[in-house]
């Protein structure tokens, strides 16, 4: 299935998670946050999140601004 | 001096400037910036994670104990405005932002009706609401009574430096008095951040005026040192504007 990820085609297996994804990407331990479709995942439900085919996945982090 | 703290929803910060990290040519500079300003308070923007992300602005703020606000610049709409914050709380353990809705690129100024929506929801969410703003008092009012912990009204769009296009309308919101209100955007230099205090801000938010500045550090102690002028001055009571001379020294 194909997910975006930060604007970026992704191929990944069936049942795949948010966690997986985020596994991929390297992300910190701390300073991240997720959204899925528009919609703010918290970390604890990282791993029980499934991904479907066509998904968008935004990783934020802050950055110098404002 | 007596300590004349700024308290924004029950915190108290012995620095009434509020510095953005927008615009800074690197980190070190950054950092000097940010230590010569006193601030205790900094803005951060909410961006994709990609290698340049990772250039660690958290951790030096981390480093120095001042807090991070982050904003929700970039966004258009009160849905996206929402959907920022509620990722900032999440990514920076904190309740606090900057709600930034704006209108147009060519503006960059806020959007009232988006503005004020997104403001009533994030409230409602539990989040502690610092408004961007026109330097209009009568959405000003409406923001404070939606709940915002402080209102920030523009001095002139932002990165312009200006300085405050309206004095009189930052005159009347300070003059409504119910939270502490932060001139935010538009400041160029110190003498304009000494005049927001002196119309009575409570604290002043500024970036690209220090970190575009040919020498960044420098401005930032000017700034420091313009807020703080600004604000003795407004306590100590200005003597009232004459049309003719009043002499000094005794005439006989």
């Given amino acids: 299935m194909t997910v975006t990820v930060n604007g970026v085609c992704w191929e990944l297996l069936e049942g795949a998670t948010l966690a997986d994804v985020l596994v991929r990407l390297d992300v910190p331990a701390r300073g991240v946050a997720v959204a899925l479709d528009g919609a703010m995942v918290p970390r604890p439900s990282w791993p029980a999140t499934a991904l479907a085919d066509g998904a968008g996945v935004e990783v934020l982090t802050a950055v110098q601004g404002g | ?252």
């Fill in chain 2, 1 to 252: 001096m007596a300590d004349d703290p700024l308290v924004i929803a029950g915190r108290t910060f012995g620095s009434r400037l509020v510095l953005g990290t927008g615009g800074a040519a690197n980190m070190a500079v950054l950092e000097r910036a940010l230590l010569a300003s006193g601030t205790e308070l900094t803005t951060v923007a909410m961006r994709r994670l990609d290698a340049a992300a990772r250039t660690g602005v958290l951790d030096l703020l981390r480093r120095h104990s001042i807090e991070p606000l982050p904003n929700t610049a970039g966004c258009r709409s009160a849905a996206e405005a929402v959907l920022t914050a509620q990722l900032a709380r999440e990514a920076l353990e904190t309740s606090w932002v900057k709600l930034e809705v704006v209108a147009d690129d060519r503006t960059l100024l806020p959007d009232p009706i988006e503005l004020l929506d997104a403001a009533e929801q994030l409230v409602d969410a539990g989040f502690t609401v610092l408004p961007y703003s026109n330097d209009d008092p009568v959405l000003a009012r409406k923001l404070a009574d939606a709940g915002c912990a402080a209102v920030m009204p523009l001095g002139s769009p932002i990165g312009t430096g200006l300085g405050i296009g309206n004095p009189h309308n930052i005159e009347m919101i300070v003059a409504e008095g119910s939270v502490p209100v932060i001139l935010d955007a538009g400041i160029g230099t110190a003498s304009q951040a000494a005049l927001a205090m002196e119309l009575g801000c409570d604290a002043v938010l500024l970036a690209t005026a220090v970190t575009r500045a040919d020498d960044p550090v420098r401005m930032a102690e000017a700034m420091r040192l313009g807020v703080q002028a600004g604000r003795h001055a407004r306590l100590a009571g200005r003597i009232p504007r004459r049309f003719w001379a009043h002499a000094s020294s005794p005439r006989t």
